[in-house]
Protein backbone atom coordinates (compact mmCIF):
# COMPACT_ATOMS: atom_id res chain seq x y z
CA UNK A 1 0.00 0.00 0.00
CA UNK A 2 1.62 3.34 -1.17
CA UNK A 3 1.35 6.14 1.70
CA UNK A 4 -0.99 8.67 0.82
CA UNK A 5 -0.73 12.39 0.45
CA UNK A 6 -1.53 14.38 3.64
CA UNK A 7 -3.48 17.23 3.18
CA UNK A 8 -4.22 20.44 5.46
CA UNK A 9 -7.21 22.41 4.10
CA UNK A 10 -8.80 25.63 5.43
CA UNK A 11 -11.77 27.53 4.70
CA UNK A 12 -13.99 29.56 6.39
CA UNK A 13 -17.51 28.30 4.86
CA UNK A 14 -18.41 25.30 6.60
CA UNK A 15 -20.23 23.46 4.04
CA UNK A 16 -17.23 23.97 1.78
CA UNK A 17 -14.84 22.77 3.91
CA UNK A 18 -16.76 19.56 5.30
CA UNK A 19 -17.16 18.90 0.97
CA UNK A 20 -13.33 19.22 0.62
CA UNK A 21 -13.10 16.87 3.42
CA UNK A 22 -15.02 14.29 1.64
CA UNK A 23 -13.94 14.51 -1.75
CA UNK A 24 -10.43 13.91 -0.43
CA UNK A 25 -11.10 11.33 2.14
CA UNK A 26 -13.25 9.45 -0.24
CA UNK A 27 -10.25 9.25 -2.46
CA UNK A 28 -7.25 6.40 -1.69
CA UNK A 29 -4.46 8.68 -2.47
CA UNK A 30 -5.43 11.52 0.06
CA UNK A 31 -5.54 12.26 3.83
CA UNK A 32 -7.04 14.98 5.28
CA UNK A 33 -4.73 15.21 8.37
CA UNK A 34 -5.64 18.71 9.05
CA UNK A 35 -8.91 21.40 8.69
CA UNK A 36 -9.23 24.93 10.00
CA UNK A 37 -11.75 27.74 9.85
CA UNK A 38 -9.46 30.82 9.88
CA UNK A 39 -5.70 31.72 9.00
CA UNK A 40 -4.38 32.09 12.07
CA UNK A 41 -5.18 27.99 12.78
CA UNK A 42 -4.41 27.01 9.42
CA UNK A 43 -0.82 28.24 10.09
CA UNK A 44 -0.55 26.64 13.55
CA UNK A 45 -1.91 23.45 12.22
CA UNK A 46 0.33 24.04 9.08
CA UNK A 47 3.23 24.14 11.17
CA UNK A 48 2.73 21.17 13.58
CA UNK A 49 1.30 19.09 11.28
CA UNK A 50 3.86 19.49 8.17
CA UNK A 51 1.50 17.76 5.58
CA UNK A 52 2.65 17.41 2.50
CA UNK A 53 -0.03 19.75 0.65
CA UNK A 54 -1.89 22.80 2.33
CA UNK A 55 -4.56 23.46 0.39
CA UNK A 56 -5.93 27.15 1.78
CA UNK A 57 -9.20 29.54 1.10
CA UNK A 58 -8.10 33.06 0.22
CA UNK A 59 -10.81 35.00 2.15
CA UNK A 60 -10.26 33.64 5.84
CA UNK A 61 -10.56 35.54 8.66
CA UNK A 62 -7.47 36.16 10.94
CA UNK A 63 -5.30 36.19 7.73
CA UNK A 64 -5.78 35.27 4.33
CA UNK A 65 -4.53 32.35 2.74
CA UNK A 66 -1.71 34.18 0.78
CA UNK A 67 -0.57 35.69 4.31
CA UNK A 68 -0.83 32.10 5.77
CA UNK A 69 1.75 30.75 2.81
CA UNK A 70 4.03 33.58 3.18
CA UNK A 71 4.53 33.00 6.95
CA UNK A 72 4.94 29.09 5.94
CA UNK A 73 7.34 29.52 3.98
CA UNK A 74 9.67 31.51 6.42
CA UNK A 75 10.03 28.84 8.40
CA UNK A 76 9.42 25.43 5.52
CA UNK A 77 10.36 27.09 2.34
CA UNK A 78 9.77 23.64 0.16
CA UNK A 79 6.11 23.88 1.81
CA UNK A 80 3.19 22.95 -1.08
CA UNK A 81 0.39 25.08 -0.88
CA UNK A 82 -2.26 25.55 -2.82
CA UNK A 83 -4.70 28.61 -2.73
CA UNK A 84 -8.63 28.16 -3.43
CA UNK A 85 -10.89 31.16 -4.02
CA UNK A 86 -13.53 33.05 -5.46
CA UNK A 87 -11.54 35.41 -6.94
CA UNK A 88 -10.38 36.16 -10.27
CA UNK A 89 -8.21 39.19 -9.62
CA UNK A 90 -5.19 39.20 -11.17
CA UNK A 91 -3.58 40.97 -8.07
CA UNK A 92 -4.15 37.77 -5.88
CA UNK A 93 -2.96 35.45 -8.93
CA UNK A 94 0.35 37.02 -9.60
CA UNK A 95 1.00 37.41 -5.99
CA UNK A 96 0.04 33.58 -5.29
CA UNK A 97 2.51 32.84 -7.90
CA UNK A 98 5.12 35.83 -7.22
CA UNK A 99 5.58 34.57 -3.58
CA UNK A 100 5.59 30.52 -4.68
CA UNK A 101 2.19 29.34 -4.14
CA UNK A 102 1.89 25.98 -6.14
CA UNK A 103 -1.04 26.13 -7.90
CA UNK A 104 -4.62 27.99 -7.55
CA UNK A 105 -7.57 26.85 -8.16
CA UNK A 106 -11.21 28.57 -8.60
CA UNK A 107 -13.93 27.26 -6.16
CA UNK A 108 -16.04 26.62 -9.15
CA UNK A 109 -13.96 24.05 -10.24
CA UNK A 110 -14.95 20.06 -10.32
CA UNK A 111 -13.58 17.59 -8.07
CA UNK A 112 -11.73 16.23 -10.70
CA UNK A 113 -9.97 19.24 -11.05
CA UNK A 114 -9.19 19.44 -7.43
CA UNK A 115 -7.88 16.21 -6.97
CA UNK A 116 -5.54 16.62 -10.47
CA UNK A 117 -3.94 19.94 -8.83
CA UNK A 118 -2.80 18.15 -5.89
CA UNK A 119 -1.45 15.19 -7.72
CA UNK A 120 0.62 17.43 -10.18
CA UNK A 121 1.58 20.12 -6.97
CA UNK A 122 2.53 16.73 -5.23
CA UNK A 123 4.62 15.90 -8.01
CA UNK A 124 6.70 18.87 -7.77
CA UNK A 125 4.66 20.98 -10.32
CA UNK A 126 2.67 23.89 -10.89
CA UNK A 127 -1.12 23.48 -11.24
CA UNK A 128 -2.80 27.44 -12.32
CA UNK A 129 -6.39 26.57 -13.91
CA UNK A 130 -6.53 27.76 -17.52
CA UNK A 131 -8.76 30.61 -16.29
CA UNK A 132 -5.87 32.28 -14.42
CA UNK A 133 -2.69 31.04 -16.46
CA UNK A 134 -4.64 33.56 -19.30
CA UNK A 135 -5.10 36.08 -16.70
CA UNK A 136 -1.57 35.78 -16.04
Not at 75 to 91: A, F, G
Not at 108 to 133: F, S, W
Request: hydrophobic share 45%; with cysteine.
Amino acid sequence: MKNKIKILIADDQPLFLKWLDFILNSSDEFEVMAKAADGTSALQLLMYNKPDIALLDYDMPGMNGLYVAKEAFKQYPKQKIIIITVHRNLEIISEAKKIGVAGFLLKDCTDDEIIKALKTVHENNQYYTQETVSKL
